[in-house]
């Protein structure tokens, strides 16, 4: 090696003392010229999944960073917005999981996922009314709007009773009003009606 000659490149490593040009105490001596190994980036990967809708893939996260460095990521935030969206939690494959403290060649690369469902609420004008333009999701500043068949919960109908078999003291028909109520279920996420059930009077009390 010659005075002051600069340091050879080596696939994979890096000199030790980058930009410091060699010159040999010794030049009958060979001379060592220390490399260590480039630290590579590693990758993990959090794919958000909504199993309602064929295993979609809402959102993905990608974090990225030196081989041996700490992993920081944590899906509390992005879990927090999807049940603002209306979404449920199902199973955090992620923080459920181990062996992702820190980034390795060993989890490089690996897929973790994060399953979610489509909540649901359910209208009725006892236990849960609600009103046409209000949002399904209060938290989501984006939400769906509850419609009017979200809310046709409640009508009115008239009821004839007929009585027989008194001859001349048979009572009129006695005409009422009935309300008829029901519950309507919907999808949080989609705005859908899922079901309804049948409509019930509200009171009998037939006189």
């Known amino acids: 090696m010659l005075p002051n000659e600069g340091v050879p490149e080596v696939p994979g490593y890096n000199p030790k003392n980058p930009g410091k040009k060699i010159t040999p105490e010794n030049p009958t001596k060979d001379t ?20 309602d809708d064929n295993d979609a893939i809402l959102d993905t996260a990608t974090p990225t960073c030196k081989f041996g460095t700490k992993i920081t990521y944590t899906t509390t935030a992005e879990i927090k917005k ?17 062996g992702h403290s820190e980034f390795t060649k060993e989890n490089d690369n690996h897929v973790y996922e994060v399953i979610m469902k489509h909540g649901t609420v359910t209208y009725n004008p006892h236990d849960n009314p609600a009103k046409p333009g209000e949002p399904i999701n209060p938290n989501d500043p984006n939400s769906l709007k509850v419609t009017d068949n979200d809310v046709d919960y409640s009508k009115s109908v008239k009821e004839t009773i007929h009585y027989v078999g008194a001859g001349d003291q048979t009572p009129f028909d006695n005409v009422q009003n009935v309300t008829l109520t029901r519950s309507i279920m919907v999808d949080r996420v989609t705005g859908n009606i899922i079901s309804s059930t049948k409509w019930q009077p509200s009171q009998i009390d037939y006189k």
């Open 82 to 98: 999807l049940e603002n969206e209306g979404y449920v939690l199902v199973k955090d494959g992620y923080t459920d999981s181990t």
């Open 32 to 51: 060592d010229v220390p490399y260590v190994p480039i630290i590579g980036d590693g990758r993990i990967v959090i794919n958000y999944v909504d199993q």
